[in-house]
T-cell receptor, first 114, second 116 residues
Framework: DGGITQSPKYLFRKEGQNVTLSCEQN?????MYWYRQDPGQGLRLIYY???????QKGDIAEGYSVSREKKESFPLTVTSAQKNPTAFYLC?????????????FGQGTRLTVV | QKEVEQNSGPLSVPEGAIASLNCTYS??????FFWYRQYSGKSPELIMS????GDKEDGRFTAQLNKASQYVSLLIRDSQPSDSATYLC????????????????FGKGTKLSVKP
């Protein structure tokens, strides 16, 4: 099936620990995005990539890092520098240009600091 | 700062009524417009896309776009309790637009409640 897969669905992080969230897509999309959503809030952009081997910081990039070595993959690392990482993390992808640039989301990863 | 504005609600309608959700956007170069439905605790699901002025219908859903007024709306006919969710409006500015907001801008969503 075509789609976006995020893993794991739930993740627990200890204080001071780095964790990596996986996002894989088989839609042949150029653009990929990472969003953070806090309870009752909208989506906030962390990082995005419009093409492989390139990515840009979003509004809340501090304490996060990404890589885009393959078109299909856009992993997000939550570093120990992110002081309040507990949130729902959403990965999305879309065609980069032209019409039909709908973004599709993965099922999300819920990260909790313990 | 590019903005997509939505009334946060909650918007409450009785079962069987028409729910009307509205969205305005600030950037005239916006090319593509989308509506997503997000159930509590779940990820957003695309329900409608619209690219040109006018109406687009899909089942009980109708999206309306007016680029001159920078306005896009979603009508849900014969509303059902299962339609109760938060509805997100999004615009795509097209490739080449960057900055800290990226090229895909979301509103904060309107919470819809359909009462049986």
């Amino acid at each position: 099936d075509g789609g976006i897969t995020q893993s794991p669905k739930y993740l627990f992080r200890k204080e001071g620990q780095n964790v990596t969230l996986s996002c894989e897509q088989n839609l042949n999309h150029d653009a990929m995005y990472w969003y953070r959503q806090d309870p009752g809030q909208g989506l906030r952009l962390i990082y995005y990539s419009q093409i492989v081997n390139d990515f840009q910081k979003g509004d809340i990039a501090e304490g996060y890092s990404v890589s885009r070595e393959k078109k299909e993959s856009f992993p997000l690392t939550v570093t120990s520098a992110q002081k309040n990482p507990t949130a729902f993390y959403l990965c999305a992808s879309s065609r980069g240009t032209g019409l039909n640039t709908e973004a599709f989301f993965g099922q999300g990863t819920r990260l909790t600091v313990v | 700062q590019k903005e997509v504005e939505q009334n946060s609600g909650p918007l409450s309608v009785p079962e069987g009524a028409i729910a009307s959700l509205n969205c305005t956007y600030s950037d005239r170069v916006s090319q593509s417009f989308f509506w997503y439905r997000q159930y509590s605790g779940k990820s957003p699901e695309l329900i409608m896309s619209i690219y040109s002025n006018g109406d687009k219908e899909d089942g009980r859903f109708t999206a309306q776009l007016n680029k001159a007024s920078q306005y896009v709306s979603l009508l849900i006919r014969d509303s059902q309790p299962s339609d109760s969710a938060t509805y997100l409006c999004a615009v795509n500015l097209g490739a080449g637009y960057g900055g800290s907001q990226g090229n895909l801008i979301f509103g904060k969503g309107t919470k819809l409640s359909v009462k049986p």
